[in-house]
């Protein structure tokens, strides 16, 4: 594997790599960032320029629980990013930047946080990467809002987390480090964030101070948060659909899929078996999937519960079903949401706060969301949802666009390059 370089912040500046060019930053970053590799041209796929590997030592950051049978691992060229390893500690991070992260005529640089069990390179540069169905629709693009954003002269940067379903506490302490990165690079006082899916926790924890008792607070440093599909009301999406779900997850059922479970035991096939590692809530010593449970609130006194699904009622409220167990949502809710916390933090009103919807309910090879008007997984009243936003620049609902293709979609691009001007 042909690696730029691997270097230290301490003797070397972020912006340094083994081809010699350089670009002109105003401040060294923060002593607590170590800058130990720089993947430049030649080495780095999907249109970025450049990517760079960085490493928080803070106190507090860790190796999260992964699947033990891999599913959760780092996989294509991240794992030559990450330095050859699969499962890096949640204080690794990687940094890539776009053509014309250094010479774009916007003012205020734009960093993108991906979601849940995806990548920067496919969210972001190439939704086609994981093939088919990947991208929400019967076929994916080559290019996403990296290449949209960048050819609008957008200084564009995406962060890469190690862990694809992380603690999102953690992972806003990451974004944090991004912005610090780029504010050193370009000698900028502040940074746009766009946050899809889950990635729109880590971006309003950040900027709204939730953070860990270790962590540290927002730096004042973001100017617009616009957020593709965020459940800003919060989703329980895996309880109200879980048999469904679940048979995407089980392996005795077929299941691949690097996602939670409600349920603690299922049968599949005649097989009751028991899968603790794939637990919503800390279970057997696993606790793999503290980011999607950071992002539970209840719906069924908006929406109800779909009674069609098979242990519709002990999969959402708790106890033994036909087929399945589990605790229930609220169980799930009272180990770690942070929709209330969020709330009640607020995001500061300095920061200047667009929402976006998808009005698509259909998601190719899902269950989708049909409770209600969502983009198969997020309802839109939650994708809208303004509880702790004092100040609101827009909300839009892109109604040819479902989950998945909100980050590529022309009409939401567009919206967001509208957004960000």
């Known amino acids: 594997m042909a690696v730029a370089g691997v270097v230290t912040a301490a003797v070397v500046a972020p912006h340094a790599t083994t081809s010699g060019a350089t670009a002109a930053a105003s401040a060294a970053p923060p002593a607590y960032l170590t800058l130990e590799a720089a993947y430049g041209t030649g080495t780095v796929t999907n249109g970025w320029d450049r990517?760079?590997?960085?490493?928080?030592?803070?106190?507090?950051?860790?190796?999260?629980?992964?699947?033990?049978?891999?599913?959760?691992?780092?996989?294509?060229?991240?794992?030559?990013?990450?330095?050859?390893?699969?499962?890096?500690?949640?204080?690794?991070?990687?940094?890539?930047?776009?053509?014309?992260?250094?010479?774009?005529?916007?003012?205020?640089?734009?960093?993108?946080?991906?979601?849940?069990?995806?990548?920067?390179?496919?969210?972001?540069?190439?939704?086609?990467?994981?093939?088919?169905?990947?991208?929400?629709?019967?076929?994916?693009?080559?290019?996403?809002?990296?290449?949209?954003?960048?050819?609008?002269?957008?200084?564009?940067?995406?962060?890469?987390?190690?862990?694809?379903?992380?603690?999102?506490?953690?992972?806003?302490?990451?974004?944090?480090?991004?912005?610090?990165?780029?504010?050193?690079?370009?000698?900028?006082?502040?940074?746009?964030?766009?946050?899809?899916?889950?990635?729109?926790?880590?971006?309003?924890?950040?900027?709204?101070?939730?953070?860990?008792?270790?962590?540290?607070?927002?730096?004042?440093?973001?100017?617009?948060?616009?957020?593709?599909?965020?459940?800003?009301?919060?989703?329980?999406?895996?309880?109200?659909?879980?048999?469904?779900?679940?048979?995407?997850?089980w392996p005795e059922c077929g299941g691949k899929v690097n996602a939670p479970s409600p349920h603690s035991r299922m049968t599949c096939y005649g097989q009751y078996t028991a899968h603790p590692e794939f637990s919503m809530t800390p279970s057997g010593g696993y606790d793999n999937y503290p980011g999607q449970r950071q992002m539970l609130a209840r719906w069924d006194g908006v929406y109800g519960v779909d009674g069609a699904a098979q242990d519709w009622y002990t999969t959402y409220y708790g106890g033994q079903g036909f087929y399945t167990a589990g605790s229930g949502i609220q169980a799930a809710i009272d180990a770690g949401s942070l929709i209330k916390p969020l709330h009640d933090a607020g995001v500061p009103a300095s920061v200047t706060t667009y929402l976006l919807a998808g009005g698509s309910p259909d998601v190719l090879g899902i269950f989708n969301e049909n409770r209600g008007p969502s983009d198969g997984v997020v309802f839109i009243d939650s994708a809208l949802d303004t509880t702790g936003i004092p100040t609101v620049g827009g909300r839009e609902t892109i109604l040819g666009a479902n989950h998945l293709e909100l980050g590529w979609n022309s009409s939401a691009a567009a919206q967001v390059a509208t957004w960000l001007s």
Not at 89 to 101: D, V
Not at 133 to 153: D, E, I, K
Not at 155 to 179: E, P, S
Request: glycine share 16%.
């Open 51 to 249: 990517v760079e590997r960085y490493l928080d030592t803070t106190s507090g950051f860790r190796i999260e629980g992964y699947p033990p049978d891999g599913r959760g691992d780092q996989d294509g060229k991240r794992v030559t990013y990450f330095g050859g390893v699969s499962r890096p500690s949640s204080g690794t991070f990687l940094l890539y930047s776009a053509p014309g992260w250094n010479t774009g005529s916007r003012t205020t640089p734009v960093l993108l946080v991906h979601g849940a069990n995806d990548t920067a390179d496919r969210a972001w540069a190439n939704p086609g990467e994981s093939g088919g169905y990947g991208c929400g629709a019967l076929t994916c693009p080559s290019t996403g809002l990296m290449q949209y954003l960048s050819a609008r002269g957008h200084r564009v940067f995406a962060v890469g987390f190690a862990h694809k379903q992380g603690d999102n506490l953690m992972q806003a302490q990451i974004v944090g480090d991004a912005i610090a990165v780029i504010k050193a690079k370009l000698g900028v006082d502040k940074v746009d964030l766009v946050g899809w899916s889950k990635g729109e926790m880590s971006t309003r924890a950040y900027v709204s101070s939730v953070k860990p008792s270790w962590g540290r607070a927002y730096a004042g440093d973001v100017r617009r948060l616009i957020t593709l599909g965020g459940p800003n009301g919060g989703y329980d999406y895996p309880y109200a659909h879980g048999w469904a779900h679940d048979f995407s997850i």
